[in-house]
Antibody, heavy 127, light 106 residues
Framework: QVQLQESGPGLVKPSQTLSLTCSVSGGSINSFYWTWIRQSPGKGLEWLGLVHYSGTTEYNPSLASRLTISVDTSKNQFSLKLRSVTAADTAVYFC?????????????????????WGQGTTVTVSS | IQLTQSPSFLSASVGDRVTITCRASEDINSYSAWYQQKPGKAPKLLIYTASALQTGVPSRFSGGGYGTEFTLTISSLQPEDSATYYCQQLNSYPRTFGQGTKVEIK
């Protein structure tokens, strides 16, 4: 079955760039959306953004000026770069897959949630 | 779009019927999803497009609603259902989440 694995440094200094990669195994990166979500200590879930396998992106406006999400289909992986980090960016970062929408037999558009998740990686922003 | 879940915490006994509500700040049609998260784990998709049960999820979980009010119901609470539950809207970007509902087994 499809598995996702986040990788990247666990410690980033303030003002630097946080870079994470999500490797997709057991399936193709094609024909899906690929998302990043984070969870600050003891807090709820925050949707950061997504990339379509074609490279099209959507970002959370609260982070859009600092955030870049990209996909590398040749490596079956996608990445997150968050610039100018502060302590507020300390969180567990998850990558996840979201299947594409489709029209059902009644012409209704079915939209999926995120059906496969990585285990999450803890990133601490500290000097 | 802001999502508000109620209650934020609930304690119930095994076998109880439990309902969590998610209210959206604007109309999101049928485009909601529900997730279950246990401590130290990634969330797990339970329901999408308001009422569609994700493959492999027990049938005691069900979702409903339309527009601005949605529900997640557990028909007969089991010990393994102790977790935090989140709703998410799939109608527009950014795909916001509710603040979560922690379910405890008495």
């Amino acid at each position: 079955q499809v598995q996702l694995q986040e990788s990247g440094p666990g410690l980033v200094k303030p003002s630097q760039t946080l870079s994470l990669t999500c490797s997709v195994s057991g399936g193709s990166i094609n024909s899906f959306y690929w998302t990043w979500i984070r969870q600050s200590p003891g807090k709820g879930l925050e949707w950061l953004g997504l990339v379509h396998y074609s490279g099209t992106t959507e970002y959370n406006p609260s982070l859009a000026s600092r955030l870049t999400i990209s996909v590398d289909t040749s490596k079956n992986q996608f990445s997150l770069k968050l610039r100018s980090v502060t302590a507020a960016d300390t969180a567990v970062y998850f990558c996840a897959r979201q299947p594409l929408s489709y029209l059902d037999s009644e012409g209704f558009t079915v939209r999926y949630g995120m059906d496969v998740w990585g285990q999450g990686t803890t990133v601490t922003v500290s000097s | 779009i802001q999502l508000t879940q109620s209650p934020s915490f609930l304690s119930a006994s095994v076998g109880d019927r439990v309902t969590i509500t998610c209210r959206a700040s604007e109309d999101i049609n049928s485009y909601s999803a529900w997730y279950q998260q246990k401590p130290g784990k990634a969330p797990k998709l339970l329901i999408y497009t308001a009422s569609a049960l994700q493959t492999g999820v027990p049938s005691r979980f069900s979702g409903g609603g339309y527009g601005t009010e949605f529900t997640l119901t557990i028909s007969s609470l089991q010990p393994e259902d102790s977790a935090t539950y989140y709703c998410q809207q799939l109608n527009s970007y950014p795909r916001t989440f509710g603040q979560g509902t922690k379910v405890e087994i008495k």
